[in-house]
């Protein structure tokens, strides 16, 4: 393969260093074979023979974006019916394959996918490596482990747990070791722990956590002894100094911390990945997402919450990879990634060069990929953006897609310019509610008919009585 010469822009390599201009990179092999002046990297391509010419004067070429939290499997859900029964194992992974083109197309080269319905991250990950199919480069948890008092247990004790959940339920130390056990055979890279509940789930909300300290070491122990990496889903403070503590790889979320919880997860110099793109898009579009109010006074809270003590975890040095939860409905596949860095300097006062690292070098901490991938430094893949802008004057223009003029993944320039098929949902796709408009008062609106009942239900009526 011909290589590739980008010269001419203001590269910032997202190591820390400052912005270089006049500075080019010879792409060779799917890899950044030389970074330096424009000079010696000119000199440097000429010996290499022909090669193609990327004129990046006035734009910045930086590392490809990476999401430390998108759940390839979901399919942009609005319930948990549709996350763990709706649409079986074999459409959501065609629709899984198709969605992850859209995040690829958002200038994203690179996800942790730290939870999915059946193996199918696993799938989606292998048939993007194989060259099949376009996506981002992957590390795949399969299903999180979890318990009755945890996310994941969405369905009442009565019914078996299904098999299509997002969620296993071991609600043993014994199950939790096989678990993590059946995982790694199935190829996971990393292994995703339920550790508290949600503000969907009130009967885990108030929860000191679903798994003891010796739980949370069992499964950490287990996964690091067969070469993988763990994660856990922690709210509260308690459930995350807990995993930290136990030798969690990183934690997520992490809102509620006090003082004495973030000393442990600074001594055990453990990263964070907040996520505030589903708290902060369901707070700004709670209409339109038909969102109970209950429940965006308590996603308010939280990132209120988060707000305090996430910002003094970064300030102390924690550090903060960028991800969103894309695949959840309130924050689609391909469209919101990049507004966490926006949200990171926002709610958390990050500067414009640490958001950077959060969403490229930080976040690819995530997927376990930091040595190949997430800087602009000689030997790493050529995983690259050329945007038309300066993300450090205005962070913003990540968000637009007309600007990343070149979105490079191995070296190869992705179409960006032939538009994704449209597609149609399924009424199969979704919950089967009886009214679909939310807004309908159900039995009210019944009532309220009782005194105009057609004719023939009132004859029926008299007549029955006539009888008696
Ligand atoms: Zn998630």
Same mark, same amino acid.
């Given at each position: 393969?011909?290589?590739?010469?980008?010269?001419?822009?203001?590269?910032?390599?997202?190591?820390?260093?400052?912005?270089?201009?006049?500075?080019?990179?010879?792409?060779?092999?799917?890899?950044?074979?030389?970074?330096?002046?424009?000079?010696?990297?000119?000199?440097?391509?000429?010996?290499?023979?022909?090669?193609?010419?990327?004129?990046?004067?006035?734009?910045?070429?930086?590392?490809?974006?990476?999401?430390?939290?998108?759940?390839?499997?979901?399919?942009?859900?609005?319930?948990?019916?549709?996350?763990?029964?709706?649409?079986?194992?074999?459409?959501?992974?065609?629709?899984?394959?198709?969605?992850?083109?859209?995040?690829?197309?958002?200038?994203?080269?690179?996800?942790?996918?730290?939870?999915?319905?059946?193996?199918?991250?696993?799938?989606?990950?292998?048939?993007?490596?194989?060259?099949?199919?376009?996506?981002?480069?992957?590390?795949?948890?399969?299903?999180?482990?979890?318990?009755?008092?945890?996310?994941?247990?969405?369905?009442?004790?009565?019914?078996?747990?299904?098999?299509?959940?997002?969620?296993?339920?071991?609600?043993?130390?014994?199950?939790?070791?096989?678990?993590?056990?059946?995982?790694?055979?199935?190829?996971?890279?990393?292994?995703?722990?339920?550790?508290?509940?949600?503000?969907?789930?009130?009967?885990?909300?108030?929860?000191?956590?679903?798994?003891?300290?010796?739980?949370?070491?069992?499964?950490?122990?287990?996964?690091?002894?067969?070469?993988?990496?763990?994660?856990?889903?922690?709210?509260?403070?308690?459930?995350?100094?807990?995993?930290?503590?136990?030798?969690?790889?990183?934690?997520?979320?992490?809102?509620?911390?006090?003082?004495?919880?973030?000393?442990?997860?600074?001594?055990?110099?453990?990263?964070?990945?907040?996520?505030?793109?589903?708290?902060?898009?369901?707070?700004?579009?709670?209409?339109?997402?038909?969102?109970?109010?209950?429940?965006?006074?308590?996603?308010?809270?939280?990132?209120?919450?988060?707000?305090?003590?996430?910002?003094?975890?970064?300030?102390?040095?924690?550090?903060?990879?960028?991800?969103?939860? !894309?695949?959840?409905? %309130?924050?689609?596949? /391909?469209?919101? *990634? @990049?507004?966490?860095?926006?949200?990171?300097? =926002?709610?958390? +006062?990050? !500067?414009?060069?640490? %958001?950077?690292?959060? /969403?490229?070098? *930080? @976040?690819?901490?995530?997927?376990?990929?930091? =040595?190949?991938? +997430?800087?602009?430094?000689?030997?790493?893949?050529?995983?690259?953006?050329?945007?038309?802008?300066?993300?450090?004057?205005?962070?913003?223009?990540?968000?637009?897609?007309?600007?990343?003029?070149?979105?490079?993944?191995?070296?190869?320039?992705?179409?960006?310019?032939?538009?994704?098929?449209?597609?149609?949902?399924?009424?199969?796709?979704?919950?089967?509610?009886?009214?679909?408009?939310?807004?309908?008062?159900?039995?009210?609106?019944?009532?309220?008919?009782?005194?105009?009942?057609?004719?023939?239900?009132?004859?029926?009526?008299?007549?029955?009585?006539?009888?008696?």
């Amino acid at each position: 393969m011909a290589g590739t010469l980008i010269t001419g822009g203001t590269i910032i390599d997202c190591t820390g260093g400052k912005p270089k201009k006049n500075t080019a990179l010879f792409v060779e092999n799917g890899r950044i074979a030389k970074l330096g002046t424009a000079e010696a990297v000119k000199a440097f391509a000429a010996k290499r023979g022909p090669h193609k010419t990327i004129d990046a004067s006035g734009m910045t070429v930086m590392p490809g974006l990476v999401d430390a939290h998108c759940h390839i499997s979901y399919g942009d859900i609005l319930s948990v019916e549709e996350l763990d029964l709706y649409a079986g194992v074999e459409f959501r992974a065609i629709r899984a394959a198709h969605n992850a083109k859209k995040v690829l197309r958002a200038g994203v080269t690179a996800i942790c996918d730290p939870g999915s319905t059946w193996n199918i991250s696993v799938a989606v990950r292998d048939a993007i490596n194989c060259g099949m199919i376009e996506g981002p480069r992957m590390a795949s948890a399969g299903r999180y482990i979890t318990t009755f008092n945890a996310i994941g247990s969405f369905w009442p004790t009565w019914m078996e747990h299904p098999q299509s959940s997002f969620a296993v339920l071991c609600n043993s130390r014994d199950e939790m070791i096989t678990e993590v056990r059946r995982e790694v055979k199935e190829g996971v890279d990393i292994v995703k722990v339920a550790g508290d509940g949600d503000a969907v789930q009130s009967h885990a909300r108030e929860s000191e956590g679903s798994l003891s300290p010796d739980d949370l070491r069992a499964i950490a122990d287990t996964t690091h002894r067969l070469g993988r990496r763990c994660t856990i889903h922690a709210r509260t403070g308690v459930v995350a100094a807990a995993a930290a503590e136990a030798g969690f790889d990183w934690l997520i979320h992490a809102s509620y911390l006090n003082d004495q919880q973030l000393g442990v997860i600074l001594r055990k110099r453990t990263p964070i990945n907040p996520t505030l793109s589903l708290l902060a898009n369901a707070v700004d579009w709670a209409p339109e997402l038909g969102a109970p109010a209950g429940l965006i006074e308590a996603y308010k809270r939280e990132l209120e919450a988060a707000s305090r003590g996430l910002s003094k975890a970064y300030k102390e040095g924690v550090m903060i990879m960028a991800g969103t939860d !894309s695949g959840q409905g %309130a924050v689609p596949y /391909g469209e919101w *990634h @990049a507004r966490e860095l926006e949200h990171l300097m =926002n709610y958390l +006062g990050l !500067s414009a060069m640490d %958001a950077l690292k959060a /969403g490229t070098i *930080h @976040a690819a901490v995530a997927t376990g990929m930091q =040595n190949e991938i +997430g800087t602009l430094e000689e030997g790493k893949y050529a995983d690259i953006l050329v945007v038309d802008g300066d993300p450090l004057a205005d962070i913003q223009v990540l968000q637009d897609k007309a600007r990343l003029k070149v979105i490079m993944k191995g070296g190869v320039v992705i179409d960006t310019e032939t538009p994704l098929p449209e597609r149609s949902i399924y009424a199969w796709e979704k919950p089967m509610l009886y009214w679909n408009d939310p807004r309908l008062p159900g039995q009210d609106y019944v009532r309220q008919h009782a005194a105009n009942k057609p004719d023939w239900m009132k004859k029926k009526a008299s007549s029955r009585r006539a009888a008696e």
